[in-house]
């Protein structure tokens, strides 16, 4: 009988979510794939039925879209449209990203939020889960453009966030520049310098790591998992997806802890570099992409016996290579991995997944890699060393004082390592034993279940 009301229970809020958010496919994937995960704690917990907290989970407290009228360079007038979803702030102020891309929509956004939910739960930092952004590509623009967009952002923005409220950072196309004339306008309109975005530079407020972070914490996360194996980093080959900062950082610390990464991307081709990507490399892909925002395929152009593979993922180029690796870090966008090039990985000797970008393996993916029983780190995990900084960004505006770099990243450490454990905890708890997807899940989730228990019906 439990059974049965165990598979409605869930089944049934998938199919509500499928009906009243038609067209929404990002955010149906995500909640399918935690929804499902979530399965074993319904017998468990009973409290949870009778006070429809799974029903209430998917349903943010409000989703925010507005007009974003701005002036080009050339005196047109051009129009965007923005979004913030505030998800919930059952455990502390909504917490998360915008994404400044043309892709952006309500789907993505609230797909990106409710994955937010877990992720900062996982952190054991008392944020909730939120994220927003607009359908502006920075790409292409001047300082200029970027900087009158981010104010006619902001002018909207403004009256829906606060220090104690909801506290957006970055997130794909929104880097130190964009938080920059996003603070800076903030601050004019609110004639307060307040700790109200994260991702700040240090000079205003920002804290050391922060742009490490992601990267930094997905591979301090991979660590503990090979760990369980008796393995390490050192001398192991690696494929690290994209360029931009998740990637930059990955191949910094990986590079730190004695494994060579071999691939490197953006959306125009990838680059294999079987020599590896070394500090002097790295160092050029930083001011590729953060100073000149450049193609990739500049470094095949300036070092040697490096391959450009031209409109190719890095998954695409292991598929047709047959490139043998030891880890994967994909970092670059959703789906960026299908049920194909998870069987090529695993084919090519792959045995971890430590997700760096947001849910960047499909369903069929992830399958793939359960079935063959490699180590798989999804991204509410994997990523969530960005957000935990931030949350410790937000501590220190909240001290008003800047702590080490090193007491930072050990802080970092810890708290990716108490990730690992609470997810393992959580999967052995509920009969799932080293599955990280439905640990993660889990431990991410009853935090906030509590919590919604605790205020009665909100």
């Known amino acids: 009988m439990s059974v049965i009301q165990k598979t409605s229970v869930i089944q049934d809020v998938i199919a509500i979510v499928e009906e009243k958010d038609a067209g929404q496919p990002e955010f149906h994937q995500a909640v399918k794939e935690v929804m499902e995960s979530l399965e074993p704690t319904v017998d468990k917990h009973p409290e949870f039925v009778k006070n429809k907290i799974y029903e209430r989970i998917v349903v943010p407290d409000r989703a925010v879209q507005f007009r974003v009228p701005w002036v080009d360079d050339k005196g ?163 494929a690290v997806s994209a360029s931009g900062n998740v990637a930059q950082y990955t191949v910094e610390k990986i590079n730190q802890m004695g494994g060579k990464v071999i691939t490197l991307s953006d959306s125009d081709g990838t680059i294999l570099d079987e020599a590896g990507v070394d500090e002097k490399k790295l160092e050029f892909v930083l001011d590729l992409k953060n100073a000149r925002r450049g193609r990739i395929k500049e470094y095949a152009d300036n070092f040697k016996n490096v391959v450009y593979y031209a409109g190719k993922s890095v998954w695409d180029v292991i598929k047709e290579q047959s490139l043998k690796v030891d880890l994967a870090f994909p970092s670059a966008h959703e789906n960026e991995i299908d049920g194909a090039h998870a069987e090529a990985l695993i084919k090519n000797g792959c045995y971890l997944v430590c997700e760096g ?97 605790a205020y009665g019906v909100v």
């Open 76 to 238: 047109e007038i051009q129009v965007n449209r923005g979004y913030r979803v505030q998800f919930s702030n059952a455990i502390g102020p909504y917490k998360g990203g915008l994404r400044f891309h043309p892709s952006v929509n309500i789907s993505i956004v609230k797909f990106l939020g409710f994955e937010q939910i877990f992720k900062n739960s996982l952190t054991t930092l008392p944020m909730g889960g939120g994220k927003g952004g607009a359908d502006f590509d920075p790409k292409g623009k001047s300082d200029m453009e970027v900087m009158r967009f981010c104010q006619a952002f902001m002018s909207e923005l403004f009256r829906h966030i606060g220090p104690d409220t909801d506290v957006p950072a970055g997130d794909i196309g929104v880097g130190g520049r964009e938080i920059g004339y996003l603070f800076g306008y903030y601050k004019k309109i609110m004639n307060e310098h307040a700790g109200v975005l994260t991702g700040k530079g240090i000079e205003y407020g920002g804290s050391l790591i922060r742009p490490e972070a992601t990267g930094y914490g997905a591979v301090f996360l991979a660590a503990e998992m090979l760990g369980t194996r008796n393995q390490e980093i050192q001398g192991k080959v690696v």
């Open 357 to 453: 970008a947001n849910m960047p393996s499909t369903a069929d993916a992830v399958e793939i890699y359960r079935e063959n029983k490699i180590l798989f780190a999804p991204a509410k995990a994997a990523n969530a060393g960005g957000v935990a900084t931030s949350g410790l960004e937000m501590s220190q505006n909240s001290l008003r004082l800047s702590w080490p770099r090193q007491e930072v990243e050990e802080r970092l450490r810890y708290i990716m390592r108490e990730i690992h454990r609470n997810c393992l905890e959580a999967a052995e708890a509920y009969g799932m034993p080293g599955d990280y997807v439905s640990g993660a899940n889990i431990a991410g989730f009853l935090k906030v279940a509590n919590a919604m228990l």
